[in-house]
């Protein structure tokens, strides 16, 4: 996997994923979010995820496209986005991001 020591260490959940749905890489918050189901680097998301899950993580690798949507887990709000990366112009994966989220978060128009 390429070097993604940039994101080693951000506040956010972090996990990379190839075209067939393995887990490449994961950074420091994603390894502790997801601690109970240990050492998942190799492992298929396909495992840990329901039928409708997993076709629409296809659909995203499939298409290049992206998915966000809130949740709230044992009180902490997060937003989660999955988007594809690429390598040479194709998609090679995707990538999600779990951000917490505040209780109350401005939203402004611009």
Not at 3 to 13: G, I, K, R, T, V
Not at 33 to 53: A, N, P, Q, R
């Amino acid at each position: 996997m390429e070097n993604f020591e940039w994101a080693n260490e951000l506040s956010c959940a972090v996990t990379v994923c190839d075209k067939e749905g393995v887990i490449l890489w994961q950074n420091k918050k994603a390894i502790e979010t997801f601690e109970s189901y240990g050492d998942v680097i190799g492992k298929s998301l396909k495992d840990c995820h329901t039928d409708k899950t997993w076709a629409l993580i296809n659909r995203m690798i499939d298409s290049g496209s992206s998915n966000s949507y809130t949740i709230e887990k044992n009180g902490i709000k997060k937003l989660i986005h999955q988007t594809p990366w690429y390598k040479e112009g194709a998609v090679a994966g995707l990538v999600e991001f779990s951000i917490e989220l505040p209780v109350e978060i401005p939203h402004f128009k611009r």
